[in-house]
């Protein structure tokens, strides 16, 4: 079976640390995905509010950088959770157990993806574009290195969310 969920949006709150027996940094929070529509000619939106869980380095990453009101792309895969609240009462929810993030639009973070999850993280760089080799650079590379990053146009996201067409799928 395949479980794979891929969100953008905004924390709802600042991240939540704590630590396990073991020593494993988890982290919790919210994300609020906002769904934009036009029905009838009306402009509509629609939001999602789902709880998040972080964990190892990626919970140290996300409460160093996230606060409340981040935006951030999120991958994981979707939980279902059940428990009795203080009444005896049978309680569930969906949540999101993130396996790799994105932190977006945010002057004091990482600009580039940073796929923290379990692996040898002082080798991992925040930019995916970054060679895996361990290779000195040339002053030829170096410069087309530069003009390559210039030549990379923001994308902005949101301006994808009020478009109006519809999809043939």
Known sequence: MFNKVVLVGNLTRNIEMRYGQNGNAIGASAIAVTRRFTTNGEKREETCFIDISFYGRTAEVANQYLTKGSKVLIEGRL??????????????????????????????????????????????????????NNFEKTPQRMQNSNQNQEKIKEIDVDAYDSDDTDLPF
Request: no cysteine.
């Open 79 to 132: 939980r279902f959770e059940q428990w009795s609240d203080q009444n005896g009462q049978n309680r569930s929810k969906h949540s999101i157990q993130v396996e790799n993030m994105e932190m977006l639009g945010s002057n004091n973070a990482p600009t580039q993806s940073g796929n923290f999850n379990n692996g040898n993280y002082e080798n991992q760089s925040y930019d995916p574009y970054a060679s895996q």
